[in-house]
């Protein structure tokens, strides 16, 4: 292994990596990732599942790899759905159905379906989605059914699209986002379209590789808190109708919005309440009149 220029600490893992204890002793998310180190390999994590020859070099197999994409480069979400309202609670890319891991009040054994039947008794519902899915663009697309969402893991930076992931959610009453992965987002666009929330809490959000916000919150007539403080929207180019129809929203800091490159941004806030964009108005006095009308 000298000739690999692998530290002291990384041929350990990799020496767990082939061990009986594989998945119990390595603890770091980034493993597979000194796996290609070590082969000098720069590819994806596919190439375990279709490279047999990588696969006995370093004594792993596909049916490992893939507990290791549940455990460790996952993203884990917990889901409450409301009692007497049925239908999908979550929408899943076809052809990638598999990669998606359902399972019903905590039980082991996996569902596999996507929806909750009217003679269902469902207290919980527990998703792993495993690495391969790059996109969240639609995943919960008019689960009216859902009442509380939790990321409870999302090691993964993959993720390149939130469009429409909240769209018409509009039975959901909590959302948590703090273990939110957004590092390598390019679009939210209707992200939170048409959401009953009161309060979204995005404080964790990267948005760095952002280009489109279209639509982002609106009609989210519900909403009165947003935190966005930390939003960096250097390469935003559309915030077009971003909090259409926010008419219960009271506060909002936009002290670190960097408008450079938008093009299109009219009816930013319209249909939102008067007195809140008097206060807008007021406080960034700079602002242009064509954020608040189409």
Do not use: W
Not at 145 to 170: L, T
């Amino acid at each position: 292994m000298g000739s690999c220029n692998l530290s002291k600490n990384e041929e350990g893992e990799l020496d767990l990596i082939k061990s009986e204890f594989i998945f119990a002793k390595v603890k770091s998310k980034y493993i597979l990732q000194k796996i290609f180190n070590y082969l000098n390999k720069k590819t994806s994590l596919e190439i375990i599942k279709y490279n047999k020859k990588i696969q006995n070099r370093i004594n792993i197999t596909f049916n490992e790899y893939k507990e290791y994409s549940k455990k460790y480069s996952s993203i884990e979400i917990e889901i409450v759905p409301i009692y007497n309202i049925y239908g999908k609670f979550i929408n899943t890319i076809k052809g990638y159905e598999k990669y998606y891991h359902i399972y019903f009040n905590n039980n082991k054994e996996e569902i596999k379906r996507y929806y909750i039947n009217k003679d269902d008794k469902v207290a919980k519902i527990n998703i792993i989605i495993d690495y391969q899915i790059k996109s969240l663009n639609r995943l919960f697309y008019e689960c009216i059914c859902i009442e509380s969402i939790n990321f409870k893991k999302f090691v993964r930076n993959n993720i390149n699209d939130m469009s429409y992931m909240f769209y018409n959610c509009s039975s959901l009453k909590r959302i948590n986002l703090l273990n939110f992965n957004t590092d390598n987002v390019y679009y939210m666009t209707s992200m939170f379209t048409g959401c009953s929330l009161k309060e979204i809490n995005s404080s964790s959000f990267n948005t760095n590789n952002v280009i489109n916000m279209n639509s982002m919150f609106s009609h989210c007539s519900s909403l009165e808190q947003i935190n966005i403080s930390n939003f960096n929207t250097k390469n935003v180019t559309d915030f077009n109708s971003m909090f259409y129809g926010c008419s219960s929203l009271e506060v909002l800091n936009l002290s670190n919005f960097n408008t450079d490159n938008v093009t299109i941004i009219y009816g930013m806030f319209y249909g939102c309440s008067d007195e809140f964009k008097a206060k807008v108005k007021a406080k960034y006095k700079d602002i242009k009149q064509k954020y608040f009308y189409i």
